[in-house]
Nanobody, 123 residues
Framework: QVQLVESGGGLVEAGGSLRLSCAASGQSFSTYAMGWFRQVPGQDREFVAAISWYVEKTYYTDSVKGRFSISRDNAKNMVYLQMNNLKPEDTAVYYC????????????????WGQGTQVTVSS
């Protein structure tokens, strides 16, 4: 398994930008697909974006397409989520996860999670 630590959350006005980072430790990081999910109180953790370990194919939920961008640096064991044109409905705790499964948008396939980082977008 890999251990994950997120950072980069904060308070931003609508239309602003944030970049979340996820630092991974442990073996074989480069073989994992990495994903970002988010959760608001009382709701399920939902898929936001993911990136495969091979050819770095990316996946996004419809509501963030064109605004968010996921990337990874295997040499540094890092995953990033660049979030632009943020909206109040993006407010949530954002979690980084790691999976060996091809179903990268399915929460239950993830075997490791970070502790989360809060993103708050004011209107």
């Amino acid at each position: 398994q890999v251990q994950l630590v997120e950072s980069g959350g904060g308070l931003v006005e609508a239309g602003g930008s944030l970049r979340l980072s996820c630092a991974a430790s442990g073996q074989s990081f480069s073989t994992y697909a990495m994903g970002w999910f988010r959760q608001v109180p009382g709701q399920d953790r939902e898929f936001v974006a993911a990136i495969s370990w091979y050819v770095e194919k990316t996946y996004y939920t419809d509501s963030v397409k064109g605004r968010f961008s996921i990337s990874r640096d295997n040499a540094k064991n890092m995953v990033y989520l660049q979030m632009n044109n943020l909206k109040p409905e993006d407010t949530a705790v954002y979690y980084c996860g790691a999976t060996l499964n091809k179903r990268v948008s399915v929460r239950s396939t993830y075997e490791s999670w970070g502790q989360g980082t809060q993103v708050t977008v004011s209107s």
